[in-house]
């Protein structure tokens, strides 16, 4: 019970920050720095494919909702969910993620986190500027875009969990 | 039956996820194009009260650019009026001659929300369908032209700004008047392009680049920008020219939005023509 409290108040502060904060930074260069696959992230493991696709796509139109982009944000954090328990499967640890509850970086370790996270984070942005700029002849701003988005967000994920997931376990 | 039952059974989460993605992509592509459902942009009324508590904060960190800009085009107003003038030319009076019906009114708007790194970029205004805007019309600011309104809700309305794929706004070379469609190619929210002028038309650099006023939708003479550089296409008879938008799309606060008082006559007028015209898609 209190882990949906905990999780739906989670998802309300990714949107507002992604919406409010985020897509108003004003880096340049093509950056375009997305949190919210971290929420997917963060969700609890024992939760089916199914459940974790429509959690997904409800946060995708929430942000879309909020920022005019018509569905592309949906579209990429399902491509998100729908790979994580392929990703999850992919890196397990060799006794499995019986004891764990929350994926972050203390509990799973920072060379899962990088290779796991990683690996979705560039899956979920490439899509989500494949979809953006859909046309083959500018691949190369597509490539930059990617380039230089994911590790942003990526460091972005880093430091939101170092700032908020270590608080919450000396809370504990 | 069991059969079918098994295989969705088998596949559910694969089919789950396929139709969320048909839902999320067709939403994408089509709305683009034809928007239907307000709730899920940002005219929508919720959606647009967000966003409207978030510009009330932020707007004052822009106060002081804001109010210079507006000091600068009351200056500029100022010295259009009649008793600033010395003698009066008629190249001053495009627009809005009062000896004439009056061709063009403004509705002054405030932009609570913006894009200028996406592929297509959006913003939102606080005024709608109630203070009489509608698909189609026409925005500008002080600084130049902004873009053209995409959705109306009854009190907010979404533009598609310059720095989108399908803009195609007529614009022309002030000095020469040669005219061609504007572009923007995604890269940079300060640079554009003009596509469809002929390469043995003499274009000078740093030339103003106005809005020609062609389909209504802006009066003539709008800055656009300024032209930065001039290429050659290799193939074709024509000039790659890249302007420098005059607009910067990073720190825009008021806008203007135009409504032609002649656009239906306009209209009616132009659809007489027989096709193959290069007419602006919205």
Redesign the interface.
């Known amino acids: 019970m209190g882990g949906i409290i905990l999780h739906s108040v989670r998802f309300i502060l990714f949107v507002l920050f992604q919406v409010l904060v985020l897509n108003h930074l004003e880096i340049g260069w093509g950056v375009y720095p997305m949190l919210y696959p971290l929420f997917i992230l963060l969700l609890p493991f024992e939760m089916a494919t199914v459940p974790l696709l429509l959690v997904a796509f409800a946060m995708g139109l929430c942000i879309d909702a909020l920022s005019n982009t018509f569905g592309l944000h949906a579209s990429s954090a399902l491509i998100f969910a729908y790979f994580r328990p392929v990703i999850f499967k992919l890196f397990a640890p060799r006794d499995g993620y019986e004891n764990t509850e929350e994926s972050n970086i203390y509990t799973m370790g920072t060379r899962w986190f990088i290779y796991a996270f990683g690996l979705l984070l560039l899956i979920h942005h490439t899509w989500f500027f494949l979809i953006e700029i859909f046309k083959l002849n500018e691949i190369l701003l597509l490539l930059r875009k990617i380039g230089l988005s994911v590790p942003f967000s990526f460091l972005l994920s880093l430091f939101v969990q170092f700032i908020f997931s270590s608080k919450k376990k000396s809370e504990r | 039956m069991r059969n079918l039952i098994a295989f969705f059974q088998r596949f559910?989460?694969f089919l789950?996820?396929a139709l969320?993605?048909v839902?999320?992509?067709?939403?994408?592509f089509t709305?683009?194009d034809f928007p239907r459902i307000q709730?899920?942009?940002?005219a929508?009324s919720i959606?647009a009260e967000?966003?409207t508590i978030?510009n009330d904060v932020?707007k004052h960190f822009n106060l002081e650019e804001t109010n210079k800009q507006l000091q600068w085009e009351n200056k500029r107003l100022r010295e259009k009026l009649k008793n600033s003038l010395y003698k009066e030319d008629k190249g001053f009076i495009t627009v809005d001659d009062t000896l004439f019906r009056q061709n063009y009114s403004y509705i002054p708007a405030t932009v609570i929300?913006s894009?200028f790194?996406?592929?297509d970029n959006?913003m939102?205004i606080d005024i709608g369908r109630n203070h009489g805007i509608k698909r189609g019309d026409g925005v500008f600011s002080s600084r130049g032209v902004v873009g053209i309104v995409h959705l109306v809700s009854d009190n907010y309305a979404?533009v598609k700004t310059v720095l989108s794929k399908n803009i195609n706004i007529d614009v022309m070379v002030e000095k020469g008047g040669s005219f061609g469609l504007l572009k923007w190619?995604?890269?940079d929210a300060k640079r554009g392009s003009i596509s469809g002028i002929s390469n043995d038309m003499r274009i000078k650099k740093w030339s103003r680049v106005v809005t020609r006023g062609g389909s209504g939708i802006f009066p003539r003479g709008i800055l656009v920008g300024r032209v930065e550089k001039k290429g050659y296409i290799e193939g074709k008879p024509l000039w790659d020219i890249t302007v420098r938008f005059s607009e910067d799309f990073?720190s825009i606060q008021h806008v203007y939005v135009v409504k032609n008082l002649m656009q239906e006559e306009l209209d009616s007028l132009q659809q007489q023509i027989p096709e193959d015209s290069e007419e602006p898609e919205l």
């Open positions: 559910r989460i789950v996820f969320l993605q839902v999320a992509l067709s939403m994408y709305y683009s709730m899920l942009t940002t929508g959606n967000i966003l978030r932020t929300n894009t790194d996406k592929r959006y939102t979404v190619s995604g890269l990073r």
